[in-house]
């Protein structure tokens, strides 16, 4: 018999059965409980980020398995059981069109990624930060272990993935949806799904604002795109997959073409602003047409577009097949294109490295060339996370060979505030200078009232700078990573630091034309 068709859940209704509060107060509870979650999982970031020592360590993952459904699930079932007292899950599984909507997830998260890449990688050539005709295809496999790399695939399916999307989709979208217009309940629970990953962007990241507008922009626009797929396809096993094999793709291969220096701040605002806008707005699209000409007949029990490949999709997503059947088909699917993006990224991908496929030019030589010598200084005040960047310009008359950089700083004084006395603690530096094919770092903090002090050098191999024909840009960056607070007796917190000043001087090698 066909089920009912119904515009708000075409055929899978919410969890719940209690009487729901009016709209305003259910709004209310639900931004509560999202906001108790948000600040106990910035509290958990704040604390490991110190122990874990970075995004993608095994310390990393391990914690993640277990914090992240303890935070993020247990918190709205804390809700759901005690304060609601429901019965059962407050989130909604169906095997209603399981095939199609696990198989539109799988390669939609396919397609997501490769055209995110490209996009980007188009905008930055056409703005001149990148070099035409260098696209590569790099395989991201030699990065890792082969441990590390099965813990980060189980984190991103049966973790990450299921985690985040039963909670903003399944609870976020579907509770807010009862008392609010799909589009209302969508666009809160993308708003909510940018915000969640403010805690990892500021305490393991360490993201600078203009950074993490950025990431905002693309990570709410991408809970818009897991929004519409859930809300059209009313399955969240979709959103799931999506969700796990866009995030795994990231640690397999990158499209990209060759950029001499970082992206500096304004351009990369732009162009990754528009590269989510762009992106994310053709996979909402996408989804509309496949709910549009596939979904919704399906669900009202009319034709649907297509021949025979619709047609064997129609017959794993008919509930009267046999769920063992379509479970099976399903994960056959996720595993097959697995094993195919691993496959192409081992056998046809660059390994990942910075290089330039531009020709040397005959006439171009660092023969008979004299040094030169250039110094620079200056002093710059930072706040916290905040970061300087400075460009130095290499032309095939002017080649830099090598450039030195020493940065010093110095811890601020005690102060006393009503009678008592706080310690100013270290404050952390990371200088980098960076350039084609090499980049050199350093990182460290001053003594306890002491002088903070580091040394970065970077040398260019001839190769490359034959390669570039000496035209390219060695860029320094020194970013403020943490500011010691100021502490009182017994180590408790008295005042924030936001900043400090530092000085730099700057010594450039050039190997010049004679005469």
Request: glycine residues 8%.
């Amino acid at each position: 018999m066909q089920e009912p068709y119904d515009d708000k859940w075409y055929g899978v209704p919410p969890a719940g059965e209690k009487p729901i509060p009016p709209r305003g107060r259910y709004i209310a509870e639900i931004l509560a409980v999202i906001f108790i979650e948000f600040v106990l999982w910035g509290l958990y970031r704040y604390f490991t980020a110190p122990i874990y020592g970075g995004f993608g360590t095994w310390k990393f993952y391990v914690g993640h398995i277990i914090a992240a459904p303890t935070i993020a699930l247990g918190t709205i079932m804390v809700y759901w059981r005690f304060y609601r007292k429901e019965r059962g899950l407050p989130f909604r599984f169906t095997t209603k069109r399981l095939f199609s909507s696990i198989l539109v997830g799988l390669f939609a998260a396919i397609l997501w990624r490769f055209l995110e890449m490209v996009v980007y990688d188009s905008m930055a050539v056409a703005a001149g930060v990148a070099i035409s005709d260098t696209r590569t295809f790099y395989s991201l496999l030699d990065q890792t272990t082969v441990g590390l790399f099965l813990l980060m695939t189980f984190v991103q399916f049966f973790v990450v993935g299921p985690v985040e999307e039963l909670q903003f989709r399944s609870f976020v979208y579907d509770q807010s949806a009862r008392v609010l217009k799909n589009w209302q309940a969508l666009a809160l629970s993308s708003i909510l799904f940018g915000l969640s990953h403010i805690p990892i962007a500021l305490t393991v990241y360490k993201m600078p604002p203009w950074q993490l507008f950025v990431a905002e922009i693309g990570w709410i626009t991408a809970g818009a795109v897991f929004g519409a797929l859930y809300m059209w396809s009313r399955n969240i096993f979709a959103c799931m997959v999506m969700h796990a094999v866009g995030n795994w793709q990231l640690a397999v291969y990158n499209i990209s073409s060759y950029y001499p220096a970082r992206v500096n701040p304004g351009t990369d605002v732009v162009i990754g602003t528009l590269t989510a806008i762009v992106v994310n707005s053709v996979m909402i699209i996408i989804f509309y047409a496949i709910f549009r000409f596939y979904w919704r007949p399906l669900m009202r029990g009319e034709p649907e577009v297509g021949g025979r490949i619709t047609a064997f999709i129609k017959k794993l997503d008919d509930e009267r097949a046999p769920l063992q059947r379509r479970i099976a088909a399903s994960l056959s699917v996720i595993v097959l294109a697995l094993v195919v993006v691993l496959g192409v990224a081992a056998g046809a991908g660059t390994p990942f490295r910075a290089y330039s496929h531009v020709e040397t030019k005959p006439h171009f030589t660092l023969e008979d060339r004299i040094n030169l010598t250039e110094r620079d200084s200056g002093e710059v005040y930072l706040y916290e996370g905040e970061s300087f960047y400075l460009l130095l310009n290499s032309t095939a008359e002017s080649v830099i060979k090598e450039v030195k950089v020493t940065v010093t700083w110095m811890d601020e004084s005690d102060i006393r505030r009503l009678g008592r006395t706080y310690q100013n603690q270290p404050d952390t530096m990371e200088v980098e200078l960076s350039g084609p094919n090499v980049t050199a770092r350093d990182s460290g903090e001053n003594p306890r009232g002491g002088e903070g002090r580091l040394e970065v050098t970077l040398t260019l191999e001839d190769l490359t700078i034959q390669e570039l024909e000496g035209n390219y840009t060695v860029q320094l960056t020194v970013t403020l990573t943490d500011c010691g607070p100021y502490v009182g007796r017994l180590g408790m917190f008295g005042y924030v630091d936001d900043g400090n000043a530092f000085t730099y001087s700057l010594e450039v090698t050039y190997l010049e034309v004679k005469g």
